[in-house]
């Protein structure tokens, strides 16, 4: 695990002083597309049975709840599956699980998301802090098309926190 990684584990107390946390409810959410194999998906799978291990409730939402290293998920993490072939599909669905627990911090892994719910936060439709984490190069993995969408979405930096104060 990176130094990085290491801090964000080290750094989830802090993350989960939500409502819903205090509430019994979930007190992390991480998004990523799938579980199919990859240095992302082992990043997520790692982060996430850490989380789990320290006693944190953890939330994974999947767009399809599949891949190696689903097997190897925390029995305490919580697999959200939005039963659908793309992460561009699963916007909607997500939007409204996101919904129902508004003050959870949610880290998303990977551009599949980020954009979508980056923009849907800026627009009021979601009220979750929001933490980027992009496992691979935006250079060399997204379309072109989508390039200038980093500068409005927050940055194409390791991390990019999306909270109450910034936007």
Known sequence: MSQSDQEVLNS??????????????TE???IIA????????????ELCNGWAALGLRVELIMARASGPFLKDLHPAVQAVDLKVS???KSLVPLLRH?????????????FEYAFGLIAARRIGLV???????????????VPRAFLPAGAWCGNWSAWASIGPESG
């Open 28 to 30: 992390l959410r991480v």
């Open 98 to 110: 996101l919904r129902r627990q508004r003050d959870v911090p949610t880290l998303i892994i990977g």
């Open 86 to 88: 793309r992460a561009l």
């Open 127 to 141: 009220d979750s802090p929001l933490i980027y984490r992009e496992s691979s190069s935006p250079l060399a993995n």
């Open 12 to 25: 989830a107390a802090v993350l989960s002083g939500s409502a819903s946390a205090r509430r019994g409810g």
């Open 34 to 45: 799938s579980l199919t194999g990859g240095g992302a998906e082992r990043v997520c799978l």
